[in-house]
């Protein structure tokens, strides 16, 4: 099966920076997903990465190494409303999503 | 509306009973999909749905049946669950299943079988 592995809690202060990683086990990769989600909420588009490298948007970038099997999702300048839960999904060669469990992040003042 | 819905957002039943979930999107997507997220661990897929077609079933027990009428709508029937299926159950769409689009998710149906 996929195996996918990211921290389960993590707490920083706003303004800061935190750095959620995840490390991915998979048979075959079609692109990596980071989404965030709100505690009884959907969870929504954060970023995607299919080739090595960082992707920036905004106060979040996502970055990928396939030969690793390793991506991070950075967010900086930390405000209240990034207390959530991030989860990394990987796709893999038939194209499913697998999740990880997610890392709930704490922002606090 | 805008995205996708899904109804009831709260739903409690018991072992016997029969409810089904609704999801609607309102993208024009071509695919669909049924996840559970269980308190702690990773979202499950499901089902896929694409062009009306079912194209996975994860090993999902008989107890959860999935019906899909157009590319909008997709529903899932509940019967005589156990009260370890008490989840947060997701549906999402994209444009298409293979290509390099993302999901888009719904609020979630949180469910208790008691």
């Known amino acids: 099966g996929q195996n996918i592995d990211q921290p389960t809690e993590m707490t920083a202060t706003e303004g800061a920076i935190v750095q959620i990683n995840c490390t991915y086990q998979t048979s075959g990769f079609n692109g990596l997903f980071w989404y965030q989600q709100h505690a009884g909420e959907a969870p929504t588009f954060l970023s995607y990465n299919v080739l090595d490298g960082l992707e920036e948007k905004g106060r979040f970038s996502s970055f990928l190494s396939r030969s690793k099997g390793y991506s991070y999702l950075l967010l900086k300048e930390l405000q209240m409303k990034d207390s959530a839960s991030y989860l990394c999904a990987v796709r893999d060669e038939d194209y499913k999503l697998s999740f990880g469990a997610g890392t709930t992040v704490t922002v606090r003042a | 509306e805008t995205g996708v819905t899904q109804t009831p957002r709260h739903l409690v039943m018991g072992m016997t009973n029969k409810k089904s979930l609704k999801c609607e999107q309102h993208l024009g997507h071509n695919a669909m999909y049924w996840y559970k997220q269980s308190a702690k661990k990773p979202l499950e897929l499901m089902f896929v749905y694409s062009l009306e077609e079912r194209v996975e079933n994860n090993s999902v027990p008989s107890r959860f049946s999935p019906e899909c009428p157009n590319s909008s709508h997709l529903f899932l029937h509940l019967h005589t669950l156990q009260p370890e299926d008490s989840a947060l159950y997701l549906c999402?769409?994209?444009?298409?299943?293979?290509?390099?689009?993302?999901?888009?998710f719904g609020p979630g149906t949180r469910l208790l079988v008691l």
């Open positions: 999402a769409s994209s444009q298409e299943r293979g290509g390099a689009e993302t999901q888009y």
